[in-house]
């Protein structure tokens, strides 16, 4: 009990009608249950209720984990330059290395603290990278990271238990680089050359639910997954694959889908747009209600320069942004998104808001959003200083409970 609930206790009016008929005589059980009624009336219910009359709360959170390192050193090369496969090499090892640096594990172990302290439903991640090593040695490959996984473990490790219930893989990239000894220099052969190896990025998303609650409070099936058809070449002959993954999910008699997704950059905002109508003519074309969240790379007021036209199309469409609903009065707040790619600088701060939580269905009231900017604890002055160049978003719905009709799609 907090200082102001405290004052809320000695000021309550039974309390000022006990004061002035103490002098009276009292049955001690009877006093105690008039105390125990007192305090039921005045201190809120414990943090976490689920229960709202015919009502449940869906809490959710989704975060973008982000690779670790900028991918422009590869993608701005000139393939005309004569020198374009030495220069492309050079360029995929400093980025392996860069990922590296980036202490993907202690990341992922800052995200699962703020996944285990809120113990959301559902969690939706974007850029849950596998990386893997194919060695030009004919030697055995090896994974890397596999951030699922990583995930997975840290959650499990924190009393958090979730389960990966739908996946989907979008760009599945192997490339040259160096091979490079635990000092920074290149490997040689037995014959004098280079020894290079492939580093295999695959990027996914996915969708990870609670395991640890009633089966009447949360049931998940008919996992999905796809990729979009419109797409962008990273280099020519190299598309950055982009898609989506579901669930429906069943709580209390009430049915809804949750999907998951990650859209292509500003940069191409005509091709965001082709994704949302995909989402929508695919995935979201149900007579359920549905909750769509994840990476949107769409501002909702342009400040990405993309003019908002993956946003718009959502909203269109008849889904609400929970966190703009809540605070119709603040337009430009809500921040998601702007670290630098190294996580490195702190004057470098948020300046857009690309990640989302949508909903569509009479069912859902949002009760709260919340962005967090995830900061790593004991970082000893040395960067990553963030657990990702993106903020999770958190959010409360209310579900009312009545039996809603199942998807009419198979």
């Given at each position: 009990m907090n200082i102001q609930q405290k004052k809320n206790v000695l000021q309550h009016p039974a309390l000022d009608w006990i004061r002035r008929t103490s002098k009276k005589a009292f049955r001690p059980a009877a006093y105690l249950l008039l105390i125990v009624t007192v305090l039921v009336s005045v201190v809120p219910a414990p943090a976490g209720s689920k229960d709202i009359g015919g009502k449940r709360t869906?809490?959710?959170?989704?975060?973008?984990?982000?690779?670790?390192?900028?991918?422009?050193?590869?993608?701005?090369?000139?393939?005309?330059?004569?020198?374009?496969?030495?220069?492309?090499?050079?360029?995929?090892?400093?980025?392996?290395?860069?990922?590296?640096?980036?202490?993907?594990?202690?990341?992922?172990?800052?995200?699962?603290?703020?996944?285990?302290?809120?113990?959301?439903?559902?969690?939706?991640?974007?850029?849950?990278?596998?990386?893997?090593?194919?060695?030009?040695?004919?030697?055995?490959?090896?994974?890397?990271?596999?951030?699922?996984?990583?995930?997975?473990?840290?959650?499990?490790?924190?009393?958090?238990?979730?389960?990966?219930?739908?996946?989907?893989?979008?760009?599945?990239?192997?490339?040259?680089?160096?091979?490079?000894?635990?000092?920074?220099?290149?490997?040689?052969?037995?014959?004098?050359?280079?020894?290079?190896?492939?580093?295999q990025q695959t990027d996914r998303e996915a969708i990870l639910v609670r395991t640890d609650l009633p089966r009447r409070e949360l049931t998940v099936s008919n996992p999905q997954n796809g990729n979009f058809i419109n797409t962008l070449d990273m280099i020519p002959g190299i598309s950055l694959t982009r898609g989506w993954c579901s669930v429906d999910v069943s709580t209390r008699g009430q049915n809804f889908r949750y999907i998951a997704v990650h859209l292509e950059e500003e940069t191409a905002p005509k091709i965001q747009k082709l994704q949302v109508k995909e989402l929508l003519r695919g995935p979201a074309d149900t007579n359920m209600p549905v909750i769509v969240v994840g990476d949107f790379n769409s501002d909702p007021i342009g400040r990405d320069g993309a003019k908002a036209k993956a946003y718009k199309t959502m909203t269109e469409a008849g889904f609400t942004d929970t966190w703009g609903e809540l605070h119709p009065r603040n337009p430009a707040g809500g921040l998601t998104w702007g670290h630098d790619e190294y996580l490195a600088d702190p004057s470098v701060h948020f300046n857009r808001r690309i990640d989302f939580v949508f909903f569509r269905g009479a069912n859902f009231d949002p009760i709260s959003a919340e962005p967090i900017d995830i900061k790593i604890r004991h970082t000893m002055g040395q960067p990553p200083f963030w657990a990702s160049d993106h903020a999770a978003v958190f959010a409360s719905l209310e579900i009312d409970t009545a039996p809603c009709p199942k998807d009419r799609k198979k």
């Open positions: 869906l809490d959710t959170m989704t975060i973008n984990l982000y690779i670790g390192t900028g991918t422009e050193s590869v993608t701005s090369l000139d393939q005309g330059d004569p020198n374009y496969l030495y220069n492309l090499v050079e360029a995929v090892t400093g980025i392996y290395y860069e990922l590296l640096a980036s202490k993907p594990p202690v990341r992922i172990g800052a995200v699962a603290d703020q996944i285990a302290a809120r113990k959301p439903d559902i969690v939706a991640v974007e850029e849950a990278t596998l990386l893997q090593v194919h060695p030009g040695d004919d030697k055995e490959s090896y994974v890397v990271y596999d951030y699922l996984q990583i995930l997975v473990a840290a959650l499990n490790a924190r009393g958090a238990h979730y389960a990966i219930t739908s996946t989907s893989n979008e760009w599945d990239i192997a490339m040259p680089m160096l091979r490079l000894d635990e000092y920074g220099s290149p490997v040689f052969d037995g014959g004098g050359n280079l020894v290079i190896d492939f580093v």
